[in-house]
């Protein structure tokens, strides 16, 4: 799925407040201007743990949102920035339907590399998917962003995405605002364009994260 590219590091008595969007258009078999809402609260258990709860909604041009599951996620920063070659993290989720029996699991690794003032993230990530009326899948997707560090307000990038059911690739842009002692405002937003006929032809992203 297009979402959120995630990055290896934790940092130590963190707690932040964090809404995403995701709208895709023109999708085979998916309602048109479907919406996907996160709304999560997190906070860091140590130095390398890092704990997420999220509920999730979906809504479209033709359905009303509506809540649609909740999520547990958990990252572990495997290395200390700048340790290897690479920063390297681990990432686990579970989430359960709301109204049905249908789960979902997936864990993935996740890499970091600095060249200069360009960085480059990978996530690679396996889901399973079980329960009540469906059949159990599994599948992987994995993600690539590189981005340019032009200054700490504005981070321009391009992210690509690979997965069972959309290919794509397209522009983001990123930031973040300092505030008052060690609270910070970051954002993201993007518009991903599908390369196949299975993708939406566009996927526009968006997220705000309060961190204090």
């Given at each position: 799925m297009i979402d959120k590219i995630y990055h290896p590091y934790v940092q130590p008595l963190e707690q932040e407040l964090e809404i995403r969007l995701l709208q895709q258009n023109n999708q085979s078999g998916i309602a048109d201007n479907t919406r996907l809402y996160r709304l999560a609260y997190g906070r860091s258990l140590s130095d390398r743990l890092f704990i997420e709860a999220y509920l999730v909604g979906q809504g479209s041009s033709s359905e009303s949102l509506d809540l649609q599951s909740i999520e547990m996620e958990i990252k572990w920063q495997l290395t200390e920035q700048g340790e290897y070659w690479a920063d390297w993290g681990v990432l686990a989720e579970l989430s359960k339907?709301?109204?049905?029996?249908?789960?979902?699991?997936?864990?993935?690794?996740?890499?970091?590399?600095?060249?200069?003032?360009?960085?480059?993230?990978?996530?690679?990530?396996?889901?399973?998917?079980?329960?009540?009326?469906?059949?159990?899948?599994?599948?992987?997707?994995?993600?690539?962003?590189?981005?340019?560090?032009?200054?700490?307000?504005?981070?321009?990038?391009?992210?690509?995405?690979?997965?069972?059911?959309?290919?794509?690739?397209?522009?983001?842009?990123?930031?973040?605002?300092?505030?008052?002692?060690?609270?910070?405002?970051?954002?993201?937003?993007?518009?991903?364009?599908?390369?196949?006929?299975?993708?939406?032809?566009?996927?526009?992203?968006?997220?705000?994260?309060?961190?204090?």
């Open positions: 339907g709301i109204g049905n029996n249908i789960y979902e699991a997936s864990i993935g690794l996740i890499a970091e590399k600095e060249f200069g003032h360009w960085s480059g993230t990978t996530n690679f990530i396996i889901e399973q998917e079980w329960g009540s009326g469906i059949d159990d899948e599994l599948e992987s997707v994995f993600s690539l962003q590189t981005r340019y560090r032009y200054s700490q307000t504005l981070e321009p990038g391009i992210e690509f995405y690979a997965g069972q059911n959309s290919i794509g690739v397209g522009p983001v842009l990123m930031g973040q605002a300092k505030l008052v002692g060690p609270k910070k405002l970051k954002w993201e937003a993007g518009v991903i364009f599908g390369l196949d006929s299975k993708s939406p032809d566009t996927s526009v992203r968006l997220l705000f994260e309060y961190e204090f």
